[in-house]
């Protein structure tokens, strides 16, 4: 079985939304519908290995969290519906990604899923939302004091606490040239890290709600400078 084909096997048998089989394990009649967001589903789960790889998809938008959550809550749903097994759809999805994979041209293939699978992807799942300089300052410093807790001050925990650093001081510059004070940029920063903070506390998605792509955007170096 290809990696990616048996990725989202296991993905799909480890979800915790399918603890629970239904029916039997050879796949029914399924309605049109359920086969195109079982398509989808498969589609996400290779545009996401490659988002993850640093891969460029473009017609995409990230995946790794709303694709994610497509692919559970519509294999749930096709399990529930259809009476199938968890077994049994987890096959299905396999096959459809092994067929985008093996197709004659698999980017036309995949490509060709982007525009009603999206459009089904924003229907179901909500878009995230694109954070602000200071939300962004506040993603990026959680971010390294998670990797700097599990790795110490490795690479990538430096370069996300210079990144965090580069969005604070753009944030705090934004506040005091329109007139405000250091102190209540400084308040800004803290109240949007209070607020990931408690969002994630409460069980909400916390930075996981938010494009973090556009994080990177806003940290990119200025004209004539550098870090």
């Given at each position: ?60 938008p ?26 049994a ?20 293939a ?11 992807l ?56 329109t ?8 308040m800004a ?25 556009h ?13």
């Open positions: 079985m290809h990696k990616l084909a048996l990725m989202t096997a296991l993905l799909f048998a480890a979800s915790p939304l399918m603890a629970q089989s239904y029916g039997p394990s050879a796949p029914t009649s399924l309605s049109q519908t359920q086969r195109a967001e079982l398509r989808c589903a498969a589609a996400f789960a290779i545009v996401a290995m490659e988002q993850a790889r640093g891969q460029a998809m473009p017609g995409w990230p995946l790794a969290l709303r694709g994610k959550t497509f692919f559970a809550d519509t294999g749930a749903r096709v399990m529930r519906e259809a009476g199938l097994s968890r077994e759809v987890g096959a299905l999805l396999t096959a459809d990604v092994q067929a985008l994979q093996t197709a004659p041209d698999p980017d036309a995949l490509s060709a899923l982007a525009g009603p699978c999206v459009t089904q924003d229907a179901t799942v909500p878009p995230l939302k694109v954070p602000d300089l200071g939300q962004c300052a506040a993603i990026l410093d959680l971010a390294y004091a998670e990797v700097h807790a599990r790795e110490g001050m490795s690479a990538t925990a430096r370069d996300l606490k210079t990144l965090a650093m580069v969005l604070a001081d753009r944030q705090r510059k934004a506040i005091t040239s007139g405000g004070s250091s102190a209540a940029a400084d920063l803290a109240q949007a890290r209070a607020a990931i903070e408690a969002d994630a506390a409460a069980g909400g998605a916390g930075a996981n709600q938010y494009e973090i792509a994080c990177y955007d806003l940290a990119k170096p200025e004209a004539k400078s550098h870090y």
